[in-house]
């Protein structure tokens, strides 16, 4: 791992050498008139643009560790590399591996007028080879989407050295996610191959969990997942990946395969207990919402192993199981026991809504008629058989449930993502 200090130190050569390098060409001519070996061996203390990038790559690949230097240090770098990129001489740009020096730069965060710049000095410097790739690159830091797709989605990655490949494949992943899922998730692979340990390949990884959970491919979703919490769980965006992974687990029946909620709570080994408790029940209460009750008790009970000493984390626990469990013939009676045990007053207004309306539910299926071909019917969602049995017809009761279709669409469960996120900002860092 590269010492953020040594990294400081590069910077400083970095600038000392470029300072350098503007003071001599700031001497008049005929005092700079030197031998062509003499002047040869001082440009080779100049840093190449090739040279530069890699130390802003070393920065920034500290970032993936969770270097908070690293990331407030790489804003300055970028200022005076932009600084020095701009400085350089057109005839510096007539090298294509510089102009894939200057593509890199930005797309790594530096100044999108480089390629502009670039541009304009006119095919002397961007070959048409080179044309697509940093007209491509300029239209996609610009936000130009279109534009971006049609230059730089039919450029083969594997013909350019492994950053600029890297770099390349996880631009092409963005812009043909929506159209092509599966050729993103190749491109990400790629990536991940091509620059281990970097913040490329944290990046391709966080974007892939959730190409993989979009496109229902739960187990390679639980995998990425896991490696990711494993190897980056302190990654400067690790934050954003939680609240991903959050969202993301709300949306999955984790109660239809055995190897799907094993491999779940694998994941979830790798977070802290706090962090794991609250989302295991965000999960079982969105999987309470959506009607998938037995991944709802499962990760339930998973969360009261986790709820010693917190009294408010345990009455939610205990409300989401025995709510899961009231369309059960043989658990009803016990989880209607279990919801009147719970204190009211540890409960936020949705949990209060969710506890009445599992109560209505739970007397009305006892005493409705023919309860025993009820009860064998495949399970729905609480509002989805509330609103079919036409025998419901207490007002209140129908407030709660007109409520709890509101808590369906998951908009709780989302508000209790970013809480859960803020609280853990801070152990990412």
Known sequence: MVNVHLLAALFL?????????????????????????????????????????????????????????????????????????????????????????????????????????????????????????????????????????????????????????????????????????????????????QAPGTLLEEAALRRQVFVASQTNRIEKFQYLATDYLRRFRHSVYAGNFRQRLASASTRIDFGQEKSRFDGFVEMMNELEPEARRDLYLLAARASVDQGFTKSARLLAEKAQELVEGDNVSASRAKLYRAASLITSPENIKSAVEDLRQIDRSLLAASDMTLLDSAIAMAGHIQTMPGSPVALSEKAKPLLTKAATEKTVDASDQAQGLEQLQALSKARDALSRVDKLIKNQASVTQ
Not at 111 to 137: I, M, Q
Not at 147 to 155: D, E, H, R, T, W
Not at 188 to 193: A, G, N
Request: no cysteine.
């Open 13 to 193: 050569i970095l600038l000392f050498a470029a300072d350098s390098a503007a003071n001599e060409s700031s001497r008049p001519a005929e005092a700079t008139a030197e031998p062509a070996v003499e002047q040869e061996a001082k440009s080779m203390t100049v840093p190449s643009p090739l040279q530069m990038v890699r130390t802003l790559h070393l920065m920034q690949d500290q970032i993936a560790t969770g270097s908070t230097e690293a990331h407030i240090g790489q804003r300055g770098l970028l200022g005076v590399l932009d600084m020095r990129f701009m400085e350089l001489a057109p005839e510096v740009w007539q090298r294509g591996k510089n102009v894939h020096a200057a593509v890199s730069f930005v797309l790594s965060g530096g100044n999108p007028g480089l390629l502009r710049k670039l541009l304009e000095l006119g095919s002397s410097v961007v070959t048409e080879n080179d044309r697509p790739l940093v007209e491509g690159a300029l239209a996609y830091v610009e936000g130009r989407e279109e534009a971006a797709y049609n230059a730089l989605v039919s450029l083969d990655p594997r013909s350019f050295p492994p950053t600029m490949s890297a770099q390349l494949a996880l631009v092409q992943s963005a812009l043909v996610v929506r159209k092509d899922p599966a050729k993103s998730d190749e491109l990400l692979d790629f990536v991940r191959l």
